[in-house]
Structures are given as structure tokens and as C-alpha cells.
């Protein structure tokens, strides 16, 4: 009934920049809080940076001061803008939502997508 379809990851050169966009589709009634969390090889998934539907954002130290989180509430869109990155930022990068349908408003569910490799490498 919805999906979250990520986009942008790739190889970049440490100090480079990526961004990602996740846009939510399907029987949307209104998408609350969205996020971005990553998993690397033999680690545990882990928020990354997390934004209010108002647009109040929560990052984790490791990025602070270099990932934006943003989103366009019209496009059900979250963006991750990824700047300085470094070799320890290389992993599958997950989008996540919650999200309430349109069959059932008042009760928000969890959706995440499918992953998008970021590799940080000379």
C-alpha cells in the first residue's frame, strides 16, 4: 500500500558530497516523522538524522555539521544532503516513515525502504 523509493547513493571520493531523495507513495493520508538511519558491514542499523513533519530536525553526532536532512511535504520526499563525507560514512542507507493511510488516519506504521549504497573510498 505504500513505498518508500530511495535514490542517489554511489561511490565517492572522501570530501565529496551526495544526497539522497526517498519519496513515499500510495494510499498516503499524512506522513508524520521521516529519517534516515545506516547499517555498515557487521555493524547494527543507526539514525543517521530525523525530521518533524513541522521541519525540527535531530542529528547524530558523527554528522552533525555536515549532513542536512530536509523534506518536501507536497512531494512526500525526504532529502539527506551529504557533504564532507569520510570513509567511515560507507553503508546502505535506509529511509524510514511513519505513516498514516487513508483506510486508517489515525494510526501511523513504520515503512522503510529498500536501501541505497553509499561507499566513501580514493
Not at 76 to 105: H, R, W
Amino acid at each position: 500500500q505504500v513505498q518508500l523509493v530511495e535514490s542517489g547513493g554511489g561511490l565517492v571520493q572522501p570530501g565529496g558530497s551526495l544526497r539522497l531523495s526517498c519519496a513515499a507513495s500510495g494510499m498516503i493520508f499524512r506522513i508524520n516523522n521521516m529519517g534516515w538511519y545506516r547499517q555498515a558491514p557487521g555493524k547494527e542499523r543507526e539514525l543517521v538524522a530525523a525530521i518533524t513533519r513541522g521541519g525540527t530536525t535531530n542529528y547524530a553526532d558523527p554528522v552533525k555539521g555536515r549532513f542536512t536532512i530536509s523534506r518536501d511535504n507536497a512531494k512526500n520526499t525526504v532529502y539527506l544532503q551529504m557533504n564532507s563525507l569520510k570513509p567511515e560514512d560507507t553503508a546502505v542507507y535506509y529511509c524510514n516513515a511513519a505513516i498514516s493511510l487513508l483506510s486508517e488516519p489515525l494510526r501511523p506504521v513504520n515503512y522503510w525502504g529498500q536501501g541505497t549504497q553509499v561507499t566513501v573510498s580514493s
